[in-house]
Each structure stands twice: as structure tokens, then as C-alpha cells.
């Protein structure tokens, strides 16, 4: 048996730890099994990986950060994602390769046909069944995340870099719209909650690998 894969996406300060937090509180409510896990990180390697990425001191090139991303990811699928759908689980991930086609893509330039091929070649094809976008004004969400201390490499690229990632997000949400549940951040809590949480249980359980 397959089990059910959900990914969360946005712009910095959206809220999405959150509410991936609310949300595995009503799975395991709900008795069912499941693996919670990040990106990057969720390994050893990731971790580490993290923390190389995201140390605002450093100075990294595009395809460089691109390629940090993808071995954290690959990681992460071989060791943690497949085994978990594997063993029928939900896994719930704080972001995924969405996040590099709009950072790296839309956000860095980098070109999108190297980035896909990258991809699909890092996850086997591994897909989510459902992600939650949750979309917000940078403006507001970079507000939201200066409120948790000092700024992290990501989160001090300029407004316009953060502009063109939450286009990015709507464009690729766009293109996807079977897979995507698009929300708006700025809703209260608890109506996010309800909305994911109707969104997981109508979800159809088949890990797509294609
Ligand atoms: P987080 O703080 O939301 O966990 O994400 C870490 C940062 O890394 C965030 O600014 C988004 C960025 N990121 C990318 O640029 N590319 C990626 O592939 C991923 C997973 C995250």
C-alpha cells in the first residue's frame, strides 16, 4: 500500500510550519501514521547541508545552491520519504522541489529544464499527492520573519528576489491545479486549518512517480 504524501509551500513568514504542525496533530488524532520532515534537512546530511545554505556569512552562486538543495532532497527521498509512503504512511514535508523550481528558478534564474531534469533524476519522480500553498504578500511575510531574529541567507535576498518567488509559486500552482491547494496566508488560523485539512481527507492516496 501507498501512502499519502503532502508537501507545504510559500513565501517566507507564510505560516507554514504552523500549519503543518496543526495538521499532524489532527493525523495522529486520527490515528493515523505518519513522518514529519523538512527540507532542507530531515537527515544528518540535510541538517548539516541546512546550515550551509542558509549561514547569511556565505556567499553561494546559483547553480551551486541549486545543487546543495537537490543533494539534501535526494537524501531525504531514498532515506525518509520512499520507506515512509512505503510502509503506507503520511508524510507531511515542510517544503519541497516546488521550492527549488521557484526559489532557484524564478527566484535565481536559473534555467527550468536543468532544474526539472535535476529533479525528477533526485527523487525518482517521487511527487506529492497534495501541496499546500500557502500565498502572502512578501512585504509581509519578510515582516513576519525579521520578527524572528536576525534574517537568514534566503530571507536577505532583496524584495524583488521574494516578489518573483510568489509569483513563481501561483504560476506553478497554475500549471498544476489538480495537485495544488492554494490559500491565502492572511486568513486566520483556524480557517487555514479546516481548509487542509478537508483538502487531506479528499485526497486520493496514489504517490504519483511519474
Ligand atoms: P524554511 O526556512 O522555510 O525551512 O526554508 C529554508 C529556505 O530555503 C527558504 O528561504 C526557502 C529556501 N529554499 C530554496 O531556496 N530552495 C529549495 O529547494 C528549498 C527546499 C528551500
Redesign the pocket.
Known amino acids: 500500500m501507498s501512502g499519502l504524501f503532502v508537501t507545504f509551500e510559500g513565501p517566507?513568514g507564510a505560516g507554514?510550519s504552523t500549519q503543518l504542525a496543526r495538521l499532524v496533530e489532527r493525523l495522529w488524532a486520527d490515528g493515523l501514521a505518519c513522518t514529519v520532515t523538512?527540507?532542507?534537512?530531515g537527515t544528518e546530511l540535510g541538517s548539516r547541508v541546512?546550515e550551509v545554505?542558509?549561514d547569511p556569512s556565505l556567499t553561494i552562486d546559483p547553480l551551486p545552491?541549486?545543487l546543495l538543495?537537490s543533494a539534501s532532497?535526494a537524501q531525504l527521498v531514498a532515506n525518509v520519504i520512499r520507506p515512509a509512503l512505503d510502509r503506507g504512511e503520511v508524510v507531511v514535508c515542510?517544503?519541497?522541489?516546488d521550492?527549488?523550481l521557484v526559489?532557484?528558478g524564478a527566484?535565481r534564474g536559473l534555467d527550468a529544464r536543468l532544474l526539472t531534469d535535476i529533479t525528477r533524476a533526485v527523487t525518482g519522480g517521487q511527487m506529492p499527492d497534495l501541496t499546500v500553498l500557502l500565498d502572502l504578500d512578501p512585504v509581509i511575510g519578510l515582516e513576519r520573519a525579521a520578527r524572528r531574529g536576525q534574517p537568514?541567507r534566503?530571507?536577505q535576498a532583496d524584495l524583488a528576489f521574494h516578489r518573483r518567488v510568489r509569483e513563481g509559486f501561483l504560476v506553478l500552482a497554475g500549471l498544476n491545479p489538480s495537485r495544488f491547494l492554494v490559500l491565502d496566508a492572511i486568513l486566520a488560523p483556524e480557517v487555514l486549518e479546516e481548509r487542509i485539512w478537508h483538502a487531506v481527507q479528499s485526497c486520493p492516496h496514489s504517490s504519483s512517480t511519474s
Open positions: 517566507e507554514k523538512r527540507e532542507p534537512g541546512r545554505l542558509l545552491e541549486f538543495y532532497r515542510d517544503r519541497y522541489a521550492s527549488s526559489y532557484q527566484g537568514d534566503l530571507e
